[in-house]
């Protein structure tokens, strides 16, 4: 599989990407093999959602998704790299139904004992963004 420079896909021209179907295939296919990114990777795939092309939004909507549910230690280091994105993905996490219980969620999260300092603010600092805006 060839391999992308996530980095450079958030700047990427989507609507010239979306003329060739098996390139975005591609792309999708790589961006959603997990198990390979480190951390700041993971972030980058986070911050795709924002991509300034306003391109295939829903799609990275259930990527960020997917990544939570994958591991939410691994989703917590990565939006450490990109806590710029934290509004946007607390909207997504809302839409798509990802936590049945945020603070039972967030207890789980720092109880795991695998987050540093800065890490464990990142956790709480989405955790009470959701609440604040998503929770009624």
């Not at 989507?14 to 198990?35: G, H, P, S, T």
Request: proline share 1%; with cysteine.
């Amino acid at each position: 599989m060839k391999k992308y420079d996530i980095e450079d896909l958030y700047w990427e021209d989507w609507d010239e990407l979306v003329k060739n179907q098996m390139e975005i295939d591609n792309i999708f296919a790589y961006i959603k093999d997990f198990d390979s990114r480190n951390d700041k990777e993971l972030g980058q795939i986070l911050q795709l959602y924002s991509n300034p092309s306003g391109s295939f939004t829903n799609e990275f909507a259930s990527i960020v998704a997917e990544i939570y549910k994958y591991d939410r230690i691994k989703f917590i280091k990565a939006l450490r790299f990109v806590k710029d994105e934290t509004s946007n993905i607390v909207y997504v996490l809302r839409n798509l139904k990802v936590f049945e219980n945020e603070d039972h969620e967030l207890s789980s999260i720092l109880e795991s004992g695998e987050l540093d300092e800065e890490e464990i603010e990142v956790a709480k600092d989405l955790f009470q963004m959701y609440k604040k805006v998503c929770v009624s």
